[in-house]
């Protein structure tokens, strides 16, 4: 089991400490407008699963390459909450945002000199994957926590006790006046129904639903390769949304075998056409191995890299860098 | 260098840039800059700038000849830093313009026909890509590739960048307190990318190919945005069957945009030609003219 993972703790780094700025503006009004447009200062939230918390980036490249890292330097002097949470559905995305709350019911006594009780949740959902989550039980906040493999409650104030009661994530609140990155579905890919339904409703839950959204298609592991059932799930997963949300959607599987993709200015040292491994994969509609870190499921710091420039070409034309 | 009149972009039909969302930002210790002018498409005759003088403080470290002229590197060490930053810098002392035509009001090295000078008084009084000394310009001195990165973020305004935190995407960068944010600030913009190390290598010359797709990966996403784009093959000199991701589709992109130099263009030599100041200054020149149109 990995090391629990607090998604309430951003990702980013600290804030932007200002480098010997000059004495007064360089530039153009117009040219400081184009390219560090003051629009860009609202805070992004990142939602997903591995790829969003860009497991797999410490491999391959000199240095780790972790996508809200790379959004940090981007984006700032705007925050980016990086809440992507390893091995978590698109249901969980939806109960870290708030947008599904549970009523929790207590079935045990605290663990010894805790305050922390064992839940379960009405929802039925289970948990998966380092996942806690900052929140309140009907005004009691604490820490909703499945880092375990069973729910529990830990309430921040050690005296106070819960039976049962309304569970609301505290991250809905970050999330209110922030744009979003959407980044979820692919472990629970074989239910495209329901991956289509709960990345939608992240959508509409933002404030300006048609402008506020980035969301980032699925890309094809060694085990989703063309004619398998998951391969199919993402190919008709990407096409809807592709359908759906137009330029508010980025084609990661398009970018990561397509020629274009391939040959962008990140990847480009690596020359990864030239190399046998790349045509196999793309022969079978797989990401090529070079990006792909050693477990074969997530993207290594080149895929990563990759990744990063796509999102900050498409943020820029969207005006939000 | 010969000047040519850009194709007109594409305005895509309701997008952001035929209906501006913001109102243009005003910074009150903003330098002189042209106003944006429609006759400015034609990056031949921008309006021309008030040349800002800047305060004592240039003039303090100017250089002492002797010392000035026993430096003659090919390609400067910062051919960008003014008096301001460093100095005594190596471009100062290369740069020379032609000799025949008697110099500038503004600059001792820049004849008063050279077809660069509203661009490097503009890159001078705007801070851009100022004068090396009170005096010389230093026109044809070779830039490197921080230089660009430093212009480019000057150009943007030299925002702030997180300089700590987050470990650094960048294997050389180097802690020099104004080149190391603006390469920073360019790989965070999706303009500057390392090689298979990582390394963004600051210190070599910039080539036409490497300016080209810095300065396009910055201006091309942005202007998109508004709306404007340009179809590369209405430039005079693209060649049939450039392959999209190439640095020479970049350059295509920069003359179709009307912002690359007649030395820099696709058909005027290889992608290896060296980037001089002169040339800097008019590419940006441009851009600041294409942009405030866009923003216009």
């Known amino acids: 089991m990995p090391a629990p993972q607090p998604a309430a703790v951003p990702a980013a780094p600290a804030a932007p400490l200002p480098a010997s700025p000059p004495s007064t503006a360089t530039g153009t009004a117009a040219s400081r407008r184009l390219l560090h447009p003051e629009v860009g200062t609202r ?15 410490v491999e391959s490249t000199p240095r780790p390459i972790r996508i809200h890292e790379h959004l940090s ?99 809905a609140e970050i999330a209110t006046d922030s744009r979003q990155v959407l980044w979820m579905g692919k472990n629970n890919i074989l239910d495209v129904t329901g991956a289509l339904h709960d990345t939608q409703r992240m959508w509409d839950a933002a404030a300006t639903p048609e402008a506020d959204t980035l969301v980032l298609g699925q890309w094809c592991t060694e085990f989703d390769e063309t004619g398998s059932a998951t391969g199919d799930a993402v190919a008709t997963v990407n096409a809807e949304q592709s359908r759906r949300y137009g330029d508010h959607f980025l084609d990661i599987q398009e970018l990561l075998t397509g020629q274009e993709g391939l040959h962008c200015s990140p990847l480009a040292p690596l020359a990864l056409l030239d190399q046998a491994t790349t045509q196999d994969a793309l022969g ?36 939000w860098l | 260098m010969a000047l040519r009149r850009p194709a007109a972009p594409r305005l895509r039909a309701g997008s952001p840039g035929t209906h501006p969302a913001a109102p243009v930002t005003t910074t009150p210790q903003a330098p002189a800059r042209p106003e944006p002018s429609r006759a400015a498409a034609t990056p031949t005759s921008p309006t021309p700038p008030v040349p800002a003088r800047r305060g004592p403080g240039r003039r303090a470290v100017l250089l002492a000849g002797a010392a000035t002229a026993a430096i003659t590197g090919a390609v400067s060490a910062g051919a960008l ?20 035509a008697p110099a500038t009001e503004a600059f001792s090295d820049v004849p008063d026909d050279a077809e660069g000078l509203e661009a490097m008084r503009w890159a001078d009084a705007t801070g851009v890509q100022p004068a090396l ?69 600051p210190d070599d ?27 590369p093959s209405t430039a005079a000199s693209a060649p049939q069957d450039v392959e999209p991701w190439s640095a020479l589709a970049d350059a295509i992109w920069l003359e179709a945009a009307g912002l690359a130099p007649a030395s820099l263009t696709a058909s005027a030599g290889t992608g290896d030609a060296h980037v001089t100041r002169a040339d800097l200054a008019v590419m940006l020149h441009r851009a600041n003219s294409v942009i405030s149109d866009a923003l216009a």
């Open chain 1, 43 to 57: 805070p992004m939230t990142l939602w997903g699963s591995s790829s969003m918390s860009s497991e797999g980036g």
């Open chain 1, 73 to 171: 330097l981007s984006a700032a002097p705007a925050t980016i909450h990086g809440f992507g949470v390893g091995a978590t559905q698109s249901a969980h995305t939806l109960l870290m945002r708030g947008l599904d709350t549970p009523r929790l019911t207590v079935v045990g006594p605290p663990r010894e000199g805790t305050s922390r009780v064992e839940v379960t949740l009405d929802s039925g959902l289970g948990p998966r994957g380092p996942i806690r989550i900052p929140g309140a039980v009907d005004g009691t906040a604490g820490i909703l926590d499945g880092s375990s493999g069973t729910w529990s409650f830990t309430p921040e104030d050690a005296t106070l006790t819960i039976d049962h009661g309304i569970f609301t994530s505290a991250l």
């Open chain 1, 284 to 319: 079978r509609g797989v990401v090529p191995p070079l990006l792909i870190a050693s477990d074969r499921i997530h993207l290594n710091g080149w895929g990563n890299l990759a990744v990063s420039w796509a999102i900050v070409r498409r943020m820029r034309e969207l005006q």
């Open chain 2, 81 to 100: 830093l003014s008096r301001d930053d460093s100095g005594a810098r190596a471009a100062s002392s290369n740069g020379g313009g032609p000799g025949s």
């Open chain 2, 133 to 201: 000394t009170d005096a010389r310009y230093s026109p044809d001195a070779v830039i490197t590739r921080g230089d660009v990165a430093l212009a480019l973020h000057r150009f943007a305004g030299a925002p702030a960048v997180p300089v700590d935190g987050a470990p650094a995407p960048i294997a050389d960068l180097g802690e020099d307190p104004r080149r190391t944010p603006a390469l920073l600030w360019l790989h965070g913009r999706g303009a500057l990318w390392g090689d298979a190390a990582l390394k963004v290598h």
């Open chain 2, 205 to 231: 010359p910039a080539t036409r190919d490497c300016a080209a797709t810095m300065l396009t990966a910055l201006l091309r996403p942005a202007l998109a945005g508004f709306g404007v784009t340009w179809d």
